[in-house]
C-alpha cells in the first residue's frame, strides 16, 4: 500500500519541504478537520444560544445593580 501513495507522498514533500510519511499528512489532514468541525459546532451552539434568549437571563447575585427579590 505504501507504493501507491509513494508519488502522492514524494510530491507532498517537494511542496512542504518536510520529509514525512503519508501517515503524517493524513494525521494533519485529519486534526484541521477536527479542528474546523469544532469550529463550526461550537459557532452554531454560540448561535443558537444568542437566539434562544439563554444569554440574557443569566442572573449575576454579585451584580449590585440587580434587584434583590
Given at each position: 500500500m505504501?507504493?501507491f501513495?509513494?508519488?502522492?507522498t ?9 520529509d514525512?510519511?503519508i ?21 452554531y ?5 444568542h437566539?434562544s434568549g ?7 447575585y454579585r451584580?449590585?445593580?440587580q434587584d434583590?427579590?
Amino acid at each position: 500500500m505504501t507504493e501507491f501513495f509513494a508519488p502522492l507522498t514524494n510530491w507532498l514533500n517537494g511542496i512542504t519541504g518536510l520529509d514525512i510519511s503519508i501517515h503524517g499528512y493524513i494525521a494533519i489532514l485529519l486534526t484541521l478537520i477536527g479542528v474546523f468541525a469544532l469550529y463550526l459546532g461550537l459557532l452554531y451552539l454560540l448561535r443558537l444560544s444568542h437566539r434562544s434568549g439563554h444569554d440574557e437571563i443569566v442572573y449575576d447575585y454579585r451584580d449590585p445593580r440587580q434587584d434583590l427579590k
